[in-house]
């Protein structure tokens, strides 16, 4: 398997954790190079279901090494908890978690500085993991990294340093009561003797891999409209989930990566506030969040969905150069009477076919639709491609016209089986 990244090309929840656990098959490392546990991505076997927030998802297949890039905010509380759930699942992480030592570390005053901004200033709708925070920290270059944590001298005066700030960022600003460092220092203190076995160089290791001919698969999290470049800003989450983001947080070369895989819902759905043009009528919303279970994984919040948006998805194949297309949940769209693809957006006399950068177009617009029909049948027992009824066939050539690239397979259910590869070019 070529080295491949693998990510979301709408809002997130696209079935990213399904289709990166199919491909994990093929490949030796898997690594995530951006987000933190504001992800969640659920892979289903045999009926039993993982639902991972740090973790990789190629770690359900027995011997392939995960990785916890660089570029990831890691909350060592919220890791150690992961890694017990799935252990008491019968999965072990022992000598095949990695995490960077150049990973920046969450700490309590992030997560109550996300849900505190939250409440007092614009709302994103944040997973208030502490992610935008911590991200800040990083690049105010005043955060602690896990190299930091696990040096006693570094760790004291860094955690000092940055308490000083943030207590009084919280007293002066919020009227919240302050950190102490003594409850933290002990608690983080412990949790680096549990975590320090998986703390290495894992930039290097990748790339002494990739010179073995080893294949490494770039897990991203949440979504390309989600990108704090590339996406709906401010709306966003706050690290690069784009195809640029899987080597500045892996620390790999551009020269090193193969092939970008673009995982695309059949229709839209996004979690927390912000534009979304296709958005449904309350009727379909409830309709289409019920079939497709669009209860966010992390927060259990109630997805909002809507139509297929092909100037999101557009942009999306554009930002990362996407070469391929996997479609999923096109079973959730199996009861519908027609569907529509949005085409272009409508604002104040002027026709978009191209995503605009301009919230207020995108909050304002009216999408154009141009509606297909639906085939009102069963896909979830369909096994492939050439056995999916002539209208479901008829919509992904559709997408795949629009869109300009390939689709190579589809998702028709949760489990890993429920998945067939596009072979057959059928021609309506
Ligand atoms: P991720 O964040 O991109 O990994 O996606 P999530 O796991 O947050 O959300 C996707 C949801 O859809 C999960 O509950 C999956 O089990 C489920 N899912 C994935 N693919 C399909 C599919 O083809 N059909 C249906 N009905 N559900 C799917
Ligand atoms: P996966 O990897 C969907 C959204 C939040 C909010 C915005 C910022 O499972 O696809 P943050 O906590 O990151 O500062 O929140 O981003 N968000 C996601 N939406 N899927 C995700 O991850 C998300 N991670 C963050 O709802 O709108
Ligand atoms: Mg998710």
């Known amino acids: 398997?070529?080295?491949?990244?693998?990510?979301?090309?709408?809002?997130?929840?696209?079935?990213?954790?399904?289709?990166?656990?199919?491909?994990?098959?093929?490949?030796?490392?898997?690594?995530?190079?951006?987000?933190?546990?504001?992800?969640?991505?659920?892979?289903?076997?045999?009926?039993?279901?993982?639902?991972?927030?740090?973790?990789?998802?190629?770690?359900?297949?027995?011997?392939?090494?995960?990785?916890?890039?660089?570029?990831?905010?890691?909350?060592?509380?919220?890791?150690?908890?992961?890694?017990?759930?799935?252990?008491?699942?019968?999965?072990?992480v022992d000598g095949r978690l990695l995490i960077s030592d150049q990973a920046h570390v969450i700490f309590p005053y992030h997560r109550k500085l996300d849900e505190l901004k939250e409440g007092k200033h614009g709302k994103i709708g944040t997973t208030k993991r502490g992610i935008g925070p911590c991200y800040a920290d990083k690049v105010a270059r005043s955060g602690i990294r896990m190299a930091d944590l696990l040096d006693d001298k570094v760790f004291r005066i860094k955690l000092k340093d940055n308490l000083d700030e943030k207590n009084e960022i919280l007293s002066k600003i919020y009227d919240a009561p302050a950190f102490s460092f003594d409850a933290i220092y002990a608690e983080y203190t412990a949790y680096a003797s549990k975590i320090r076995k998986y703390i290495t160089d894992t930039g290097h290791i990748l790339n002494e891999a990739i010179k073995k001919r080893k294949n490494v698969m770039f897990e991203g999290a949440q979504g390309t409209l989600l990108d704090v470049d590339h996406g709906t800003y401010p709306f966003v989450t706050s690290s690069n989930a784009t195809a640029g983001g899987a080597c500045t947080g892996t620390g790999v070369g551009p020269n090193k990566i193969d092939k970008v895989i673009g995982v695309v819902k059949a229709y839209t759905t996004r979690v927390g506030e912000g534009p979304f043009p296709t958005e449904f009528g309350p009727d379909l919303m409830d309709r289409i969040r019920k079939k497709g279970k669009e209860f966010g994984a992390t927060t259990g919040r109630p997805r909002r969905c809507g139509w297929f948006d092909s100037l999101v998805v557009k942009h999306s194949v554009e930002v990362n150069g996407m070469d391929e297309v996997v479609v999923t949940k096109l079973d959730v769209l199996d009861d519908l009477e027609s569907i529509k693809i949005c085409t272009a957006y409508k604002f104040e006399g002027r026709t978009y076919d191209r995503f605009p950068a301009n919230l207020r177009a995108m909050e304002g617009c009216q999408p154009v639709y141009e509606e297909l029909p639906g085939?009102?049948?069963?896909?979830?027992?369909?096994?492939?491609?050439?056995?999916?009824?002539?209208?479901?066939?008829?919509y992904l050539n559709r997408i795949q016209k629009i869109l300009d690239k390939k689709i190579v397979l589809i998702s028709v259910g949760c489990d890993r089986k429920q998945t067939f590869a596009r072979t057959q070019p059928a021609k309506l």
């Open 375 to 394: 085939w009102k049948s069963d896909t979830t027992q369909v096994t492939s491609y050439i056995k999916l009824p002539a209208n479901a066939k008829r």
């Open 1 to 92: 398997m070529p080295n491949t990244v693998i990510l979301g090309a709408q809002w997130g929840d696209e079935g990213k954790g399904k289709v990166i656990d199919i491909y994990a098959a093929k490949a030796d490392y898997i690594v995530r190079y951006q987000g933190g546990n504001n992800a969640g991505h659920t892979v289903v076997i045999g009926g039993e279901e993982f639902i991972l927030h740090l973790i990789p998802s190629g770690i359900l297949h027995k011997g392939k090494i995960c990785i916890i890039g660089n570029g990831v905010v890691v909350d060592p509380k919220a890791l150690l908890e992961e890694i017990e759930t799935i252990s008491k699942k019968g999965i072990s």
